[in-house]
């Protein structure tokens, strides 16, 4: 959970209970005044769905690998202070996952559309091979998602992402967040990360196609090269369409970004959303001021049963 000023990862360890980690946002990356501002936050969006999302699954798997060490690191009731949100070796991992992102998404799409072209003769259709481009780069995104929910942990993560979604919406919609009550709401919500990479491969295409014609070296530098463009047309796109989910139209255009939140959320568990409801309640406290330590990986008693995540 992310609110303004902090972020906040919630597992449950080998034995059951939750662990939540908390520390403020780099105010490098959100907190100056360039980073908030219109078509420039949209990079800070692209980080949360990416850098954000893969330092939190290596604090899960970290957690989950302390079996043997959990007691040694208790004190005062938690735990040390987590480092997998620290150092080199994880910097390292999250500069190769996002450069792999990039490359398969953006790079590679351009290089298929490119071999299409040339092997149907007909490369002087410069519309047809963005075309190709651009059902390739979404046929990738939805692939990818949907191949990758048949293996079993990917499939419980999905569910812990709709336990999130549910959360957020119980708490927007000022209910109880307690799990039953949680439990009620949709799995969908209009400002999901799903939605913004979508977002960003559709609103791709439509720029990639204003460009002139071009060698494929310098094509598929122009991918990488406008990806911040992109990611800042797609946030405002994303920010405004969901203000405006009581507009009819608006309702309609966002529908494909809602229909690919079902690959990647699913029915959570009443243990799933404790988990859901523990990250979001930690980070709450710290944006209001509450007298909470940082960057630390607190042990919390598991308010219902359930296996370790």
């Known amino acids: 959970m992310r609110g303004s000023r902090a972020l906040a990862v919630a597992v449950r360890d080998p034995q059951g209970n939750i662990v939540v980690h908390t520390e403020p946002l780099n105010a490098k990356i959100y907190g100056n005044r360039v980073a908030r501002m219109p078509f420039v936050r949209g990079l800070t969006m692209l ?10 699954l290596m604090f899960s798997a970290d957690v989950a690998l302390e079996e043997e060490e959990a007691e040694d690191k208790k004190s005062d009731g938690g735990k040390e202070a987590s480092k997998v949100f620290e150092g080199p ?10 450069t792999f992102s990039i490359l398969l998404f953006f790079v590679f799409p351009t290089f298929v559309a490119r071999v299409a072209v040339n092997l149907l003769q007909m490369s002087q259709y410069h519309i047809l091979e963005n075309i190709i481009e651009g059902l390739v780069r979404l046929g990738l995104l939805i692939g990818y998602v949907w191949v990758i929910a048949f293996m079993p942990d990917i499939k419980r993560l999905y ?3 709709g336990a999130e979604h549910k959360t957020i919406n119980a708490y927007e919609a000022g209910a109880d967040l307690t799990p039953a009550s949680v439990a009620r709401f949709p799995l969908e919500h209009p400002r999901c ?8 491969v ?26 911040p463009v992109i990611a800042g047309v797609a946030y ?12 009819a139209f608006i309702r309609l255009i966002t529908k494909p970004n809602l229909a690919l939140q079902h690959l990647t959320t699913a029915e959570p568990d009443e243990s ?27 042990l919390v008693e598991a308010p219902l049963g359930g296996a370790a995540s």
Do not use: C
């Not at 994303?238 to 507009?247: G, I, P, T, Y």
């Open 47 to 56: 980080w949360d769905a990416l850098g954000l999302g893969i330092k939190a």
């Open 89 to 98: 070796m994880q910097w390292g991992t999250v500069l190769f996952s996002l």
């Open 159 to 161: 569910r812990y992402h």
């Open 193 to 200: 990360g799903t939605a913004f990479l979508l977002t960003v």
């Open 202 to 227: 559709v609103i791709s295409i439509l720029i990639y196609s204003f460009l002139p014609p071009m060698g494929l070296a310098l094509r598929m530098a122009s991918r990488i090269l406008l990806l």
């Open 236 to 247: 405002e796109f994303l920010r405004f369409s969901a203000a405006h989910q009581d507009n």
């Open 272 to 298: 799933m959303l404790a988990v859901a409801i523990a990250a979001f309640d930690r980070m709450m406290a710290y944006e209001k001021g509450q007298d909470l330590v940082p960057n630390t990986a607190v």
